[in-house]
Each structure stands twice: as C-alpha cells, then as structure tokens.
C-alpha cells in the first residue's frame, strides 16, 4: 500500500510560481512512474506530467507548454512541480500518483486509471 501527501498549494496572481511537493512512501517499486494531476471544479480530472523513475524521462500535458517541471529526489522520496507563469485556468486540485512498472517504458502515459492516488490534493489558485 502506498501513501501520497502533497503540499505547497497556494494562491497565487497570473504569471506566479507555486512549487508542488509530495511525499510517498509505502510499497514503492524501484521502477515506477510518478506523475501530477490536476481537477478543477465540475471538470474531469486531467494529467499534468510524469516522471518515470528508471531514465528520468519527464512527459507533460499540452496545455503546460514549457511553463512546469517534475523533478523526484528519489533518496526522499518526494516528487516535485515546479510551475511558472501560471494562469488562472490552472486553478485546480493537485494530486501527485504513483504508478509501479514491471517493465521498461519509453515514458509514463498520463492515463489516470493506471495511477494509485492516495492523498487529499493540493489546491492552486491563480487570480487575474
């Protein structure tokens, strides 16, 4: 069983940064994929990135066009995203997810069903 907490949620105006953390801990898998999601009020919950913990490889939604990055500290196991430039429409709950692989993958997929969440989620508010 995995535990998920996240933190860091903040509001914010239009154009600011907020850095996400997320500690997991639990039966964790050397290799696993990492990722953020996000739901904003009366919308479907949607991936944000992932991180796949063999090769470092980062995937991101198209809406994030080079404004977030996920990074891990694997020794602490923590997840991290960082966004810049942020714009109201990125309003949401966070939530960090932890997928665990039995295979080699080229990349994590942001495909929600194949997630384990855990945590309450980290609400993000950005003002215009």
């Known amino acids: 069983q995995v535990e998920l907490v996240e933190s860091g949620g903040d509001s914010v105006q239009a154009g600011g940064s907020v850095r996400l953390s997320c500690a997991f801990s639990g039966s964790i898998y050397s290799k696993k994929c990492l990722a953020w999601f996000r739901q904003a009020p009366g919308k479907k919950r949607e991936g944000v990135a992932s991180f796949y913990s063999l090769t470092g490889t980062t995937y991101y939604g198209d809406f994030v066009k080079g404004r977030f990055n996920i990074s891990q500290d694997n020794a602490k196991n923590m997840v991290f995203l960082q966004m810049d430039d942020l714009k109201p429409e990125d309003s949401a709950m966070y939530y960090c997810?932890?997928?665990?692989?039995?295979?080699?993958?080229?990349?994590?997929?942001?495909?929600?069903?194949?997630?384990?969440?855990g945590g309450q989620g980290t609400q993000v508010t950005v003002s215009s």
């Open positions: 997810a932890v997928r665990p692989t039995y295979i080699d993958l080229t990349f994590c997929a942001l495909a929600e069903y194949a997630y384990t969440f």
